[in-house]
């Protein structure tokens, strides 16, 4: 099997970390001088290994391999949440890049070629899954246009002119290329790290729907309005944001998650009644039928609101994604690989995590692989995993990689 460097493979993240460190973390904020530094950085690791780099019109670091008969492609993303940590994405593109060495240097390998992406604004600082949906057909000309920034606006289209990659062609998926897509990642949650195994063998990306509850009440003087006919919009959003989490553990699966993420009151000044408020509702589940209670039950939530006063509420569906299966093949490849390197100490389970391997899925067979996040952290400069569960994960993937490659 390709042999793995696992000191090499420290080392490229921990340099692909000196990108917009932050204390033990990263801020590498998608299209940022210091994201587009580390693209152009990894498109030149991309080339000393072997491959033919290209950073295409959305900033997607795609490196091809000239001569293989046979592709996998790999890969993650390669910018960060602010202030957020070194792992997250970064892991899966260096396992990658290792790859790509590990398989030309190996004699046995021959004919067998590993193609890597680091794809552009997973973390959606413009719009999530961003380069994925790009390489995949699911992103259009029209919807560029219309992006813009989550933080200060900025058109993407502008962004995309600054980055230096404006006018570039859009790389495409051909799945006639590739025998499919694998993906590495840190799991984020606890399940590995309270469990004391190391490898996760993905079976379900879970699906995540967003909704935007908006409340209308009736701006007002805090001193002169008497309360028996008030129409204070903070106080009813804040009622039925306490209805929704009473209500939902009632429904709930095992893995059900649910978020109330963002909160805005209008004009939110100490003297002056709400007359606006609005919240994002956010719920994830692998199991569709459990996605549509939810959406079932919110509805209703928010219908009882409206029709008992004295503000109106209303709801509004937004981004929503479906549960994603990996290939059921892949899975059992990397669980083979896992018992090869760690025998007894891997498990399947689901990703409460969106990923890019979700979005390939659509075009390609895909599967994703985990190691342990300490503490369950991520999202936070503090995320971290050991550095024997970095190296052991790499050679998994690897042995899983050719397994899948010699399978095909």
């Known amino acids: 099997m390709p042999n793995i460097n696992g000191q090499r493979v420290v080392a490229d993240l921990k340099q692909l970390a000196d990108f917009g460190r932050y204390k033990t973390g990263v801020h590498r904020p998608t299209y940022s001088p210091v994201d587009v530094e580390s693209r152009h950085w990894l498109a030149e690791k991309f080339r000393e290994a072997g491959l033919d780099p290209v950073i295409d019109g959305v900033g997607n670091v795609i490196g091809r391999n000239p001569s293989a008969r046979r592709h996998l492609l790999v890969g993650s993303h390669s910018e960060t949440q602010p202030y957020g940590g070194w792992l997250d994405g970064a892991l899966g593109v260096i396992y990658g890049l290792e790859l790509a060495r590990a398989f030309a240097a190996d004699p046995g390998c021959a004919g067998l070629g590993i193609e890597v992406a680091a794809w552009a604004d997973e973390e959606g600082h413009y719009q999530s899954f961003l380069g994925s949906h790009s390489f995949t057909d699911m992103l259009s000309e029209e919807q560029i246009d219309r992006v813009r920034g989550r933080d200060d606006g900025t058109p993407l289209r502008e962004a995309l002119q600054r980055?230096?990659?404006?006018?570039?062609?859009?790389?495409?998926?051909?799945?006639?290329?590739?025998?499919?897509?694998?993906?590495?990642?840190?799991?984020?949650?606890?399940?590995?790290?309270?469990?004391?195994?190391?490898?996760?063998?993905?079976?379900?990306?879970?699906?995540?729907?967003n909704y935007r509850v908006s409340v209308t009440g009736e701006q007002n003087h805090a001193g002169t309005t008497r309360m028996v006919r008030r129409k204070d919009a903070g106080v009813a959003m804040v009622r039925l944001a306490s209805r929704i989490h009473d209500h939902f553990p009632e429904i709930a699966g095992p893995r059900t998650v649910w978020t109330i993420g963002r909160i805005v009151i209008e004009p939110n000044a100490p003297s002056v009644i709400p007359g606006h408020g609005e919240m994002q509702v956010q719920f994830r589940d692998a199991d569709p039928q459990r996605l549509a209670l939810f959406d079932r039950t919110l509805h209703e939530l928010v219908a009882d609101a409206d029709r008992a006063g004295p503000c109106r509420v209303a709801i509004e569906a937004m981004a929503r994604s479906e549960p994603r299966p990996m290939d059921s093949g892949f899975q059992a490849q990397i669980e083979a690989a896992a018992e090869r390197h760690a025998p007894g100490m891997h498990m399947r389970l689901p990703s409460a995590a969106g990923h890019d391997a979700a979005v390939l899925s659509y075009r390609m067979p895909a599967g994703m692989m985990f190691i342990p996040s300490l503490g369950g952290i991520s999202h936070h400069w503090s995320e971290d995993s050991k550095e024997e569960d970095i190296v052991l994960g790499a050679r998994v993937f690897a042995d899983a990689a050719e397994r899948i490659l010699r399978a095909a």
Do not use: C, M, N
Request: hydrophobic share 35%; net charge negative; aromatic share 8%.
């Open 163 to 209: 980055a230096g990659f404006a006018g570039r062609p859009r790389e495409r998926a051909d799945p006639q290329r590739y025998v499919g897509y694998l993906e590495a990642h840190i799991e984020q949650g606890d399940t590995l790290d309270t469990s004391e195994l190391r490898i996760g063998v993905v079976e379900t990306i879970v699906g995540i729907w």
